[in-house]
């Protein structure tokens, strides 16, 4: 027990030591992401905080054969690419509303002006997704830990919904948005409600967000469909207390917002410009831990007008100008073909028309060897898209990242499925292995949603220099 220990305690510090020695230079969407230890980034239902220089991502933490709370995640950066894990925030409790067999839900982090202190809202929930009820927890810092504190109370009643979001508008005052349009004042300190602004009893409209450019308030949520995404839309007014007035949706038609849900949209105001940065999360059920991925994009916002017309897979902004652009390629494009680099063990079935490998053989193997910093995989998502293991390895056989890749999707499209960190210049060995699974859920009617097959897709890779 000893030497396996040992073994264990060595290949941890070996992955830490690698991860610490690489960098991220961009947002990429659609691909793991990976923290200063190593470890993917677990942080869906998220929010930003921008405080004393560094921004800090709050988000679920998530086990992959279970949806019960496994706690809300910091992580906080100084340039929104590179992620230092800071702790637990908030832990699953021994009793009560987030305690075993719970769910929480959508953390969103506010500093109360008026007090200094930092107030976490959530959703709280059973796992049948029947007992719902908005929480809330404080901390005199922002990393926490955070003291769950029970509901929060409106008329000296707990709130009983679910999908919710935050926001703080300019004079400080903050605000809770729930599903279906609604919206409430937080009081002075943040620990209780003050009164309903705004009913606006709209069909679906989970995963509520707001953002201010100006005089208007812009209402991003998203339609009912379970863990599926969908095309979410957008409302305008120039007052919370509305009217709202109805503008569709922000991203093309069939896309459903680039294959992800709203989650919050962060304001980075510069010296020179300011981007807004959609939040978007792209869940994969049930290994939400381990193959859930982000979709972080710049919106264009004139006017009454917001959109995301188009989809960038990776892209730079820098946080003391406010200035987002475009990430330059990362090198060419080389095929599956390749023996040189390239080594397949199963049953892989060459596509005629580009060139791509396919297969739905569990246990199939694509071995990728190369020279470089960094390398990245490009692959096609599909209804019948299922789960891929991907790990990367040193000249030295130690183990650099490990994550699951999930390749479902409502409607067939090319993507970069994956993108290491830029590493030292070396010999690396990519090693992806087909697990012969995919993701199903049902709703509380008992309907099946998700991926038809197992089929994985590789495309092309990319060896940076």
């Known amino acids: 027990m000893k030497i396996i220990y040992l073994v264990l305690l060595l290949t941890g510090a070996a992955l830490t030591t690698i991860a610490q020695h690489s960098k991220v230079n961009e947002i990429s969407s659609g691909v793991p992401w990976f923290d200063d230890r190593g470890k993917v ?92 009820c908005i929480g809330y927890a404080t901390s005199p810092t922002i990393t ?63 995963s509520p967000a707001i953002v201010k450019k100006g005089g208007s308030y812009f209402w991003l949520t998203s339609d009912l469909t379970s863990w599926e995404k969908n095309d979410n839309v957008y409302y305008t007014a120039t007052s919370l207390k509305g009217p709202w007035t109805f503008q569709g949706n922000f991203a093309p038609k069939g896309t459903l917002t680039w294959n992800s849900q709203t989650s919050f949209v962060l304001t980075i105001a510069g ?24 979709v972080w994009q710049p919106l264009k916002i004139s006017g009454t007008s917001l959109g995301m017309p188009e989809f960038l897979e990776s892209w730079q902004v820098d946080s003391r100008t406010g200035i987002a652009v475009v990430s330059a390629p990362g090198g060419k494009p080389i095929n599956m073909s390749n023996k040189k680099h390239v080594t397949l ?17 569990k246990g199939a193997v694509l071995t ?42 409502k409607y067939p499209a090319t993507i970069l499925l994956y993108k290491t960190p830029v590493l030292a210049m070396g010999t690396y060995t990519l090693k992806l292995t087909v697990l012969g699974e995919h993701g199903n859920w049902s709703d509380k009617a008992g309907n099946i949603y998700g991926s038809t097959g197992n089929l994985i897709n590789i495309n092309r890779f990319i060896v940076g220099q």
């Open 41 to 132: 980034v677990s942080a869906h239902g998220a929010n930003i905080v921008s405080d004393h220089g560094r921004y800090y991502l709050f988000g679920e933490a998530h086990y992959d054969n279970s949806n019960a709370f496994a706690g809300f995640n910091c992580y906080s950066s100084s340039d929104l690419y590179n992620w230092k894990f800071e702790k637990i925030a908030l832990t699953a409790q021994d009793s009560g509303r987030l305690g075993p067999k719970r769910v929480g839900e959508r953390p969103k982090v506010l500093r109360c002006s008026a007090t200094g202190e930092y107030v976490m809202l959530m959703h709280t929930d059973d796992l049948g997704y029947k007992d719902p």
């Open 345 to 361: 063990a199963g049953n892989w079935i060459t596509a005629t028309s580009d060139g791509s490998i396919n297969t739905t053989e």
């Open 144 to 206: 926490g830990p955070y003291k769950f504190r029970g509901p929060i109370l409106f008329n000296g009643q707990p709130i009983k919904k679910w999908d919710m979001g935050s926001f703080q508008d300019t004079d400080g005052s903050g605000y809770l948005m729930l599903h279906g349009g609604l919206i409430y004042k937080l009081n002075s300190d943040y620990r209780g409600i003050s009164e309903l602004v705004a009913d606006n009893n709209w069909h679906g409209s989970e």
């Open 271 to 294: 010296t020179k410009d300011t981007t807004y940065m959609f939040m978007g999360d792209r869940w994969s059920y049930p290994k939400q831990a381990s193959a859930a991925t982000y």
């Open 368 to 409: 990728i060897r190369f020279t470089g910093t960094r390398i990245s995989l490009t692959g096609m998502i599909r209804p019948n898209g299922g789960y891929a293991s991907v790990s990367l390895m040193d000249s030295k056989g130690r183990k650099a990242f490990q994550t699951l890749l999930d390749t479902y999707c």
